[in-house]
């Protein structure tokens, strides 16, 4: 209809999408930095926690639940 205007769709980030999970409890997991390249010069310590998956501060996740507002 040529009178009215259509809303904006709105839209995800790519970026967040691809980098966080929502877990059950409604917070976001992400994984570790650190764990995909020069792994020879780090320490066993160092590439053992960097597998590990971590939950988002509060705070962030008020942002990244705008992010991924289909979330």
Known sequence: ?????KPGKQR???AAKKRFKMT???????????????LQ?????????A???IITNKAYSKQLKRMLPGK
Request: no cysteine; hydrophobic share 20%; aromatic share 2%.
């Open 41 to 49: 010069q780090k320490s066993k310590k160092q590439k053992r926690l």
């Open 12 to 14: 995800s980030s790519s």
């Open 1 to 5: 209809m040529p009178g009215k205007a």
């Open 24 to 38: 059950g409890k409604g917070q976001f997991a992400q994984q570790k930095a650190s764990h995909s390249h020069l």
């Open 51 to 53: 597998k590990q998956t």
